[in-house]
């Protein structure tokens, strides 16, 4: 009889339990129901993977996801990937409302698989997400490499670099193989590398370049890989969204931007 009363007990408590418990839980449903923001309008999805399909049959996702907004007639949307919701906008007065008036949320980088693949676990101070370690280094940055002195210190070997820029748009300006046409954009990307590896390396070309100033094999394969790494930088990336899925690198990122590493780490190591 003892044994049925204590029973009878234990069962009354876990029912009061449970019932106090779900009325928390339905007042807590309700509170945040008035308290959190509708989101923007967008695609429903799909369960679990959400507009992961869409993405990956309409490559590039950016012009995709243009157009979805251009047949929404709306300047903001979200596009839901996995349990992430990408919060999209294309207009002016929207963008400053990110950038100026809530640049304290939105001023990190993103922890992204590109970005850490890139800096090698984050260790670099301008793709690093905000943190201690981030504003250690942004102190030494600022000090020492940033700093007025570093930057007249470096003058000449800019003004150099400018002037063999403009040589060598003038030696292709008058070469008849080409027929005096300068590709602007491959002068201006190496004219880039060629500041960068003046300032850290201390030589314009890896090699000795070719007769009109302009850049050889070594320095077309440098400057391919960073600008395939540049490339790749934060774009989107399924493993970011969905990160079971990461192990398959169903996109070819992963992949492209650990080839690219590897290839401007050892160009830049074997020519040092």
């Known amino acids: 009889m003892e044994i049925n009363k204590t029973s009878l007990r234990v069962n009354l408590l876990l029912l009061l339990v449970w019932g106090f418990t779900t009325v928390i839980f339905k007042k807590w449903l309700r509170f945040k129901k008035r308290t959190m ?26 012009r995709w996801i243009h157009k979805l907004m251009q047949e929404m007639n709306t300047e903001i949307a979200c596009i839901r990937v996995g349990n992430t919701h990408n919060i999209v906008v294309n207009s002016p007065q929207l963008a400053r409302e990110f950038l100026r008036k809530q640049d304290v949320i939105f001023a990190s980088r993103p922890n992204c698989m590109s970005g850490y693949l890139t800096s090698n676990g984050f260790l670099t101070t301008a793709i690093s997400p905000m943190g201690n370690q981030w504003k250690k280094m942004r102190r030494i940055v600022a000090s020492e490499v940033l700093s007025p002195a570093m930057h007249q210190r470096f003058h000449e070997k800019r003004c150099e670099e400018a002037d063999h820029l403009m040589r060598y748009v003038y030696n292709q300006s008058q070469n008849p193989l080409v027929n005096g ?55 989107f990336g399924i493993g970011d969204h969905l990160p079971w899925l990461e192990v398959f690198d169903l996109d070819g990122c992963k992949r492209i931007l650990k080839d690219a590493n590897k290839e401007f780490e050892e160009i830049s190591r074997s020519r040092n």
Do not use: S, W
């Not at 799909?46 to 990956?56: F, K, R, S, T």
């Not at 046409?181 to 201390?202: D, E, I, P, T, W």
């Not at 890896?206 to 890989?225: I, L, N, Q, S, Y």
């Open 37 to 62: 923001p509708p989101l923007p309008p967008g695609p429903m999805g799909y369960p679990v993977v959400g507009c992961l399909p869409e993405i990956m049959k309409n490559k590039p996702a950016f």
């Open 181 to 235: 046409l300068v590709n602007v954009r491959v002068a201006a990307q190496h004219y880039c590398g060629n500041v960068m590896r003046k300032l850290v390396f201390g030589k314009r070309f890896f090699g000795v370049g070719t007769e009109d100033g302009g850049p050889g094999m070594e320095e077309k394969e440098h400057v391919d890989a960073l600008f395939t790494i540049l490339k790749y930088l934060y774009g």
